[in-house]
Structures are given as structure tokens and as C-alpha cells.
């Protein structure tokens, strides 16, 4: 079990890398969208994303968690960039 678990530790300092890199480019995603005066959300995109990674898993008795996952993922990343678009709009006024 704790050969299982530190491999776990491992994973996670993988996904916080990831997640850097993500809300990175979130950011540089936001600022796009408030440019040209984008909505945030895009539901059709996320969907066909959702559809695209649940392809992927070879055991589709995960569908449903990395479908909670990935929305859990997906309302975290419009969070930021609300909170990045506020910071552009307010450094406007």
C-alpha cells in the first residue's frame, strides 16, 4: 500500500505542474475572451472536450468520475478567468 500511495504523491505533483500550466493559459485565454468581449463559457466546446477525453479511458467505468472531474476542472478554470477579467476590467476604470 505505501508503494501505491507515494506513487499517488508522484501523480500529484504531476497534476499541481499541470494546473500551473493550465490556469496559465487560462489567463491568456481570458484576456482573449475580453478583448473581443467572449463569454467565458463555451458549452458546446466543453462537451465535445468531455466527449473527446472520455474516449480516451480504457476502463469505461470511469466515464462518469472523469466526466465530474473534468467539469470540476472546467468550472475552476471559468472561476479564473472571471477573477482575471474583473482584474482587466478594473485596471480600465
Known amino acids: 500500500m505505501k508503494d501505491a500511495q507515494q506513487q ?3 501523480i500529484d505533483d504531476q497534476l499541481v505542474a499541470l494546473f500551473k500550466q493550465r490556469m496559465s ?3 491568456e485565454v481570458a ?3 475580453y ?3 467572449e463569454s467565458i463559457s463555451n458549452r458546446g466546446r466543453e462537451a ?3 466527449v473527446r477525453l472520455v474516449k480516451k479511458l480504457d476502463d469505461k ?3 462518469s468520475f472523469l466526466v465530474d472531474w473534468l467539469r470540476d476542472t472546467t468550472l475552476i478554470t471559468k472561476q479564473y478567468q472571471a477573477h482575471v477579467i474583473k ?3 478594473d485596471a480600465e476604470n
Open 8 to 10: 499517488m504523491d508522484e
Open 25 to 27: 493559459l487560462a489567463k
Open 31 to 33: 484576456a482573449q475572451k
Open 35 to 37: 478583448q473581443h468581449h
Open 48 to 50: 465535445d472536450e468531455r
Open 61 to 63: 467505468q470511469l466515464a
Open 87 to 89: 482584474d482587466l476590467q
